[in-house]
């Protein structure tokens, strides 16, 4: 017999940094489950990429965040993997072109869910999204799915 598979998640920036940068309660249950193996969290170099780049604005200064310790993290909990070419998906497409990458990485390994607090993906979670079988929800909606135990 087989052990269970692990669930895969994509995580965009947004939910990142509630998670690494602002300690939000909310974020904790996927931070343990992350931490102790009960889920994947899966990106891209181009996921990566973007947060670097977003930890080095001048809004998050009042937090005097550690971007060292954020990408320590990012590195020992993150299965990076190369991003699908071409596009898996011309029916389900982002308003935000920048949130695509979310979207294409989520259907290309077959994600558990993609997280996210950005509007535009949210939009997607309704029908559209489960028709290619994804779920895209929030990671307060996530934690709540699961009894709030992270798995």
């Given at each position: 017999?087989?052990?269970?598979r692990?669930?895969a998640?994509?995580?965009?920036?947004?939910i990142?940094l509630?998670?690494?940068?602002?300690?939000d309660?909310?974020?904790?249950p996927?931070?343990a489950a992350?931490r102790?193996?009960?889920c994947?969290w899966?990106?891209?170099?181009a996921m990566r990429?973007?947060?670097?780049?977003?930890?080095?604005?001048?809004?998050?200064?009042?937090?005097s965040?550690?971007?060292?310790?954020?990408?320590t993290?990012w590195?020992?909990?993150c299965?990076?993997v190369?991003?699908?070419?071409?596009?898996?998906?011309?029916?389900?497409?982002?308003s935000?072109p920048?949130?695509?990458?979310?979207?294409e990485?989520?259907l290309?390994?077959r994600a558990?869910?993609?997280?996210?607090?950005?509007?535009?993906?949210?939009k997607l979670?309704?029908?559209?999204?489960?028709r290619?079988?994804?779920?895209?929800?929030?990671?307060?909606?996530?934690a709540?799915s699961?009894?709030?135990e992270?798995l």
């Amino acid at each position: 017999m087989s052990a269970p598979r692990v669930p895969a998640l994509v995580l965009d920036t947004n939910i990142l940094l509630d998670w690494l940068v602002f300690d939000d309660p909310s974020a904790r249950p996927l931070g343990a489950a992350v931490r102790a193996g009960r889920c994947r969290w899966v990106a891209t170099r181009a996921m990566r990429d973007e947060l670097e780049h977003v930890l080095t604005r001048d809004t998050f200064d009042p937090w005097s965040v550690d971007r060292a310790r954020v990408l320590t993290v990012w590195d020992g909990h993150c299965e990076l993997v190369d991003a699908a070419v071409p596009p898996l998906s011309l029916a389900l497409r982002c308003s935000d072109p920048d949130d695509q990458k979310f979207l294409e990485l989520a259907l290309q390994i077959r994600a558990s869910a993609l997280l996210s607090r950005d509007r535009a993906l949210l939009k997607l979670a309704g029908k559209a999204a489960r028709r290619h079988g994804l779920v895209i929800q929030t990671g307060t909606a996530w934690a709540a799915s699961l009894g709030g135990e992270g798995l």
